[in-house]
């Protein structure tokens, strides 16, 4: 074991995802300033903003499809390096679910689950597409598994993208605006669908403008502007009595 | 028009056109690889790489084709380099069809959004396995209509070979014209030959992207 792989010495087996003094630039911009940020096992965190504040970019540092230039990011106790090893280990624990969905457009919707199982994990066929059924059912589209993705409505094709992510059994599940590409009429579906999933108990962070949502799932709510984190708070707190100035400013936008 | 002289030429005729669609077979089987790895190679990073790709797609493009002919018939051989009328041939088709072909594949690897990295990386795919399951697949459906019409042209374009001397169609009618003057006869058959063979391809390559395309929810 390398220093690299190293487990975190102040690992907390209750800690899921930990930021602490995070800065990302995207050449000379800097679009993360000192975040922090700590989620525990099984906690549900929403995350909303104005747009550009640096939410996608956030939640993109966890699974390290976005480097970070300065700070720690500890997911399930191993701290994020450009080490391989270590990314492949950290993405084995973390899911993620994104606003255009990003199904395999020339594989069937079993095909899309059953990829990662087979090549990533080594399951063998039958075992991958059993699980992959299993999760469809409890996304609620069983009888879609032998069709395309362009042949789903986008409701369908957001829930088979989190059947997807959750045939890699992760710990943690990311979701950056699952709902804001669907029509309104299809976006109840997919709410439903996490709410499930948070009520099993998962560990999620979750970029959503569906405020519903928030109020009925979520353990705090972050408000991020400008690429800081400007305020944490439980729901009812953070609807009912929002402490910054900018956090009122964009919730009277955004509730109204 | 004398169909009895058609006939006549035929047997000729057809030993020129084996010699067309050999070459031709093997130019665009070697193009369409230099055309993926070349694709690959301007987007690998790699500066050296991306230039010396850029620059090789560039002088095919910005030359005739024959004085490239020449250059490798003619010219290669002076630096040391010698081959044979119909290694030159391949050559030079190779050559050009490529320059054409790494077009068609970068712009296929284009057209593969960024979303399909972020799934697979999210995932935990490996790179060479998000290559081949993911990028190759849709970077040659994304290619595949201008990649079929550069083939068609690398057939047609064999035709140019026989300035070198090869004995492929085009030179098996002009040489018989040299000695019979029957210039409408030869070249009506080799236009028909031509077409066939290009409705072929090009039916071919329909068949193709139909298929391709069924996953991607056609009816
Ligand atoms: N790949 C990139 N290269 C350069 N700048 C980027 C890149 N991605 C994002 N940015 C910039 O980083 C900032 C934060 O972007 P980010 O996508 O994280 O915002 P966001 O809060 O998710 O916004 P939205 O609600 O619109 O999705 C923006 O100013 C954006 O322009
Ligand atoms: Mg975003």
Same mark, same amino acid.
């Given at each position: 074991m390398t220093a690299n792989e =190293? =487990?975190?010495?102040?690992?907390?087996?209750?800690?899921?995802v930990e930021l602490s003094g995070v800065d990302k630039w995207f050449s000379i911009l800097q679009v993360l300033h000192d975040v922090n940020l700590t989620v525990r096992c099984g906690e549900k965190v929403v995350v909303c903003g104005p747009s550009g504040s640096g939410k996608s970019t956030m939640i993109r540092c966890i699974n390290y499809l976005e480097k970070h230039q300065k700070g720690r990011i500890v997911v399930n106790g191993t701290e994020l390096t450009d080490n391989q090893k270590v990314i492949d280990r950290v993405r084995q624990d973390v899911g993620m679910v994104f606003q255009n969905f $990003?199904?395999?457009?020339?594989?069937?919707v079993l095909e899309n689950c059953t990829l990662a199982p087979r090549w990533v994990k080594g399951v063998a066929r039958k075992d991958a597409e059993a699980l992959a059924r299993a999760y469809l059912e409890r996304v609620r589209i069983?009888? =879609?598994?032998?069709?395309?993705?362009?042949?789903?409505s986008g409701g369908q094709q957001q829930r088979a993208a989190i059947a997807r992510s959750l045939c890699m059994s992760p710990k943690i599940m990311l979701f950056d605006?699952?709902?804001?590409?669907?029509?309104p009429e299809l976006v109840r579906e997919v709410l439903d669908t996490m709410a499930q999933l948070a009520s099993d108990g998962m560990t999620m962070v979750c970029v959503t403008h569906e405020m519903g949502f928030a109020r009925q799932v979520a353990d705090r709510v972050v408000f991020m502007d400008a690429g800081r984190i400007i305020e944490t708070a439980p729901p009812e707190e953070f609807f009912r $009595?929002?402490?910054?100035s900018r956090t009122k400013a964009f919730l009277s936008q955004i509730l109204h | 028009m004398d169909f009895a002289y058609i006939l006549e030429a035929l047997p000729d005729l057809m030993t020129g056109l084996k010699t067309t669609l050999i070459v031709s077979f093997l130019a665009i089987f070697l193009s369409c690889l230099i055309g993926l790895v070349g694709a690959v190679l301007r987007k690998s990073g790699i500066k050296p790489l991306q230039y010396a790709v850029t620059a090789y797609v560039e002088f095919i493009r910005g030359t005739p084709y024959l004085v490239q002919i020449f250059f490798i018939f003619y010219g290669l051989p002076s630096l040391g380099l010698r081959f044979s009328i119909f290694w030159s041939g391949v050559i030079a088709l190779t050559a050009w069809a490529s320059a054409f072909q790494i077009e068609n594949f970068r712009a296929g690897l284009a057209a593969v959004g960024s979303g399909m990295h972020d799934a697979s990386a999210s995932l935990g795919l490996k790179r060479w396995q998000h290559s081949i399951f993911i990028i190759l697949p849709l970077a040659t459906r994304a290619a595949l209509p201008s990649a079929m019409n550069t083939i068609v042209a690398t057939v047609k374009n064999s035709a140019y070979l026989q300035a070198i001397g090869l004995v492929e169609l085009t030179f098996v009618a002009v040489d018989r014209i040299a000695y019979d003057f029957r210039a409408i006869e030869m070249f009506a058959s080799i236009c028909v030959i031509y077409l066939i063979c290009v409705f072929t391809i090009s039916g071919l390559g329909y068949m193709v992207e139909r298929r391709l395309s069924r996953p991607f929810g056609g009816r």
């Open positions: =190293k =487990k975190s010495e102040m690992a907390d087996p209750e800690i899921a $990003n199904l395999y457009p020339h594989l069937t069983p009888d =879609k598994a032998d069709f395309y993705p362009s042949q789903l605006e699952p709902t804001s590409a669907l029509d $009595n929002p402490r910054e | -």
